[in-house]
């Protein structure tokens, strides 16, 4: 007989990276309190190092540009775009390498 445990998918995604994790950040100069999913807030640290900038100016800068009165929300967008804008940028760059008028052609 099989319990709960032996039916779970053998390949699922730990929970703590769906986990809502709040923590209290300086923006320029005054203490806010922002809402993440782990996954982003490690995205964002990842970004931030990219960045060499310390995650706080990341945030600010975020805070700063943002379209929604929303922190959390500006922040979830801002890694959303981030890695997106890097994957259609190596799409390109793979588009250009394998490109058919890049590639050698054969004559008689």
Known sequence: MLNQRDMREP???PVKEFAVVKRSVVVDGHKTSVSLEDAFWT???????????SLSMQIA?????RKTSNLSSAI???VL??????TVSAMYIGEKRTS???A???HD
């Open 104 to 106: 050698p052609t054969m």
């Open 61 to 65: 800068s975020i805070d700063q540009h």
């Open 100 to 102: 058919p008028s890049l």
């Open 43 to 53: 995205s964002l640290r990842e970004i931030a190092t990219r960045r060499r900038v």
């Open 81 to 86: 775009d981030y890695f997106r804008s890097r």
């Open 76 to 78: 979830r967008l801002f």
């Open 11 to 13: 390949n699922t995604i």
